[in-house]
């Protein structure tokens, strides 16, 4: 790219102050993205997205195992013509990676999914959609444009709603469903839980606004006003449901945020308590014979009271699906997921416009299962270490679970990924196809569309520069035969 300028660059490495350069110069890196997607999120956002589950472990992990191995690289071999695309969901994708489904992501910009569908569309990147997305699916695909985008999947323990999600994915045209298998129950991610994390107020649960107990009301707070709890099957249901307070207005964050993104975060800003009182009080002082209050009014209040919504819970004879509208913390674990159930319940509900996947397997075992009840492939993921800490790093689990697929299915795999490399690693341990997670986030916080425009551009970018400098043309080349492993010594052995 810096050739096509005919820069000269100066000794410092850059080109002259005077020419054009294709670069972000404050952001060269992932780590850069990191840094300055940090300043502009407020706490809530910045904690939710970043964190690991419990002491984060896993999290960590999931990085620091792309530097145990070392990449062998061959020369003297024309690369003047390098392909870096890969065929994907029956669409050629520019490069082997694609954006993983994560949620809420009108926290970081107020575009959210729109913005990330349109930067991957421009870049020719595939879109995972989180179910728990904060713009509809229908509007993420029309956004896409011919774009390919797969659908991310919680299985409720009420069908009806997915079912619901199901048919309007396959409507809207989505390639595939990523069932994800490692939320039966919720991670314990303690900032969250310490930050009594919820959505603002402007802000909703897209694809299940109308959905829910509260089907038909005209309220949607409960799809929106989800507070963190760690979800378990208890005994109690109130208890459950005390935890889950609907009324963003005494959130102790209240939905302020103070980001400085390009755009402002929240597109209809909580009015200022202060100022609801006095326009309250203005608006009855308007009124020279106010009416004295009356039982019809408390009547109306009660009713539009939002409902709540309650975790599934065990009462010591059986257990009780959630209930009240669809938050995050209430219904996405589902406890009752098999594989002898859901896979076949889920295949024949996707029909064949939709192939079904599952996204969270980190075992040969798993693996088997999962070709032997058909599905289409297999993402081998930790949820980005938000989920089980202490399980394997993705990298780790990567090679059983290659071996017990033996290429019957493609195997995919997410977690970790911050450097072009670390894709180039992934495919010489034998996955097919790499997902991106949290650095889409921090290119959304940075510059919404831009920003995530950057982030892939610069994985991309470097995945290019890796390949070249390896003696690879083609993404198909890579093998074991370029990777070497480093020992806790520091000695390096082939693998
Ligand atoms: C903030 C956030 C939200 C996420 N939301 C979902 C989700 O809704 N569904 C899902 O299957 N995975 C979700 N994930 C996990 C990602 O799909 C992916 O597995 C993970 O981010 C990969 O790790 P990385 O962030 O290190 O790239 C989420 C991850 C993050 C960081």
New binding site residues.
Partial sequence: MASKTKAEPTASGSPPANQATPHDLNCLTIAELEALAYERMDKQTRD???EGADAGTT?SE??SAYSKYRIRPRVLRDISQIDTTVDVFGHKNSSPFGV?????QKLAHSDGELATARACKSKGIVM?L????TSTLEDVAEASEANPNVL???LFEDRAHSTKLIDRAKKAGYKAV?L?V??PMLGRRNLEIRNQFKLPAHLSIANFVDQGEDEGEDDNDGASGSTASTQTTTTNASSSSSSLSTDNTDSPNNGTTTTTADKPLRSTPRQNPHKRRANTSSKRNSNPNPKPKTKTKTKTKTKTKPKQSVAGYHDGHKRHPPTGPIT?HTH?ANPTLSWEESIPWLKSRAGPEMQVWV??VATAEDATLAVHHGVDGI?V??????QLNGALA?LDALPEVVAAVNREVPVHV?????HGSDVFKALALGADFC???????WGLAYKGRDGVELCLRLLMDEFRLCMGLAGVTSVKEISKEYLCRVDRDGFVSKL
């Fill in positions: 939710y997205y970043n999290l999931n990085i993983a489904p994560t949620a809420m995972g989180s179910s728990f997305s991310q999947l919680y990523l994800t490692d939320t995050f996405a996204k969270g993402v993921s930790n949820h980005g270490g938000r993705t997410d977690g970790g990924i911050r997902w991106v997670g949290r650095p889409v986030l």
